[in-house]
């Protein structure tokens, strides 16, 4: 079981602070802002004890978690109280504790000293068993209740006779409980989400798809390694990621785009992008790369209806050559190319030389210039 602990100081006796109804509240408001900031189970326990005090003011208390579907602590932390006491206390005076059992039973604060006297209390098992050890006279405690279920409780004990204990005092113990339990589900809703997030980084870094993410917060884009090497492989590298996001409205949930890009071995392709936004991380986006050479082909069925010198035109504009790069290997015109090229998009019904390239892609992957 783990178990954080301060142990009572030496010296002085502990006095009272006494503070208004007022100040208590602030108190709890202040425990609820700390308790919303913690990282861990650790955290909770050391901004707990240090702040339960201002809305409580008993000289000891303790926090306990319960095991998943159990009544037995898996962690604590407590507050001027003895190991021999904690260790007592679960061995002997957790099975026969009516406050305790009387807690659970009903999802309510108890006090020790609601239904029985000073000296009545002195005579029961669990005071002269486990209490009698710290002197515990007046004990409160609490259920951590969460969506209907008890996790753990919280509990406060003193030693001073004439400590005086109010309904005030049992109904700030229940919102106290209310600020743990709270807590304790964030912590652990997000330590669920961190163990999802592991497995997916996992399956990403080894599945072969090519993933960005970009956050607002964060100066690099994440990538997965199949990305990694296909930016890797372009001149423009992952420079071409900002290109995409200067081209994407944020606001749309889904977007397609595609780039003619040049490869770093000086051939030319496309890059297809789909691009979808996080729900609920505004400005953050998911981007889906593939490269039009690496897709599977298909052969078009309307390249056929092209000439021999407009299929020849149309390989070297999927290759990603201009028209004036064209008309000097085939010793043409840029005038003649041009109207070549209308004749292409005509043809085929398409209206860009993206869409003609992804046409021929779906020929070859890759064009050489006819030899003259």
Avoid at 154 to 167: K, L, N, Q, W
Avoid at 264 to 270: A, E, H, L, N, W
Wanted: proline share 5%.
């Amino acid at each position: 079981m783990e178990r954080q602990q301060q142990e009572r100081a030496g010296g002085a006796p502990l006095v009272p602070v006494v503070r208004s109804d007022g100040q208590r509240y602030a108190g709890l408001a202040e425990l609820g802002a700390v308790l919303a900031d913690v990282d861990d189970l650790e955290q909770l326990g050391e901004a707990y004890l240090a702040l339960a005090g201002r809305v409580i003011d008993f000289p000891m208390s303790a926090v306990y978690l319960f095991g998943e579907g159990t009544e037995s602590p898996s962690w604590y932390a407590s507050r001027n109280v003895s190991n021999r006491f904690m260790t007592t206390y679960e061995r002997l005076g957790r099975p026969i504790d009516d406050e305790l059992r009387q807690a659970l039973a009903t999802a309510s604060p108890v006090y020790n000293l609601a239904g029985r006297s000073l000296h009545q209390w002195r005579q029961t098992d669990v005071y002269r068993l486990v209490d009698r050890m710290e002197n515990m006279l007046h004990v409160l405690k609490a259920p951590i209740v969460v969506r209907g279920a008890i996790i753990g409780t919280i509990d406060f004990a003193s030693d001073r006779a004439d400590t005086p204990v109010t309904e005030t005092d049992l109904h700030l113990m229940g919102a106290m409980a209310g600020v743990v339990g709270g807590a304790v589900t964030a912590l652990r809703t997000r330590r669920r989400l961190e163990e999802r997030l592991n497995v997916v980084t996992l399956a990403l870094e080894n599945s072969s798809a090519a993933v960005a993410y970009i956050s607002p917060d964060s100066d690099e884009p994440t990538v997965t390694p199949s990305a990694a090497a296909l930016l890797d492989g372009l001149w423009e590298g992952a420079d071409i990621l900002y290109r995409i996001l200067r081209d994407t409205e944020p606001s749309v949930a889904e977007s397609h785009r595609s780039y003619l890009v040049r490869r770093r071995d000086g051939t030319k392709d496309v890059l297809n992008c789909t691009i979808r936004s996080v729900p609920g991380q505004p400005e953050a986006e998911v981007m889906e790369l593939s490269l039009e050479s690496a897709e599977p082909r298909y052969l078009n069925q309307r390249l056929p209806s092209l000439s021999t010198r407009e299929s020849d035109v149309a390989g070297m504009v999927a290759a990603g050559l201009s028209d004036r790069e064209i008309a000097e290997e085939l010793t043409l015109s840029v005038y003649t190319v041009r109207q070549h090229m209308k004749n292409i998009y005509t043809k085929l019904e398409i209206g860009s030389r993206v869409q003609l390239t992804r046409v021929f892609f779906g020929k070859t992957a890759r064009v050489t210039p006819p030899r003259r």
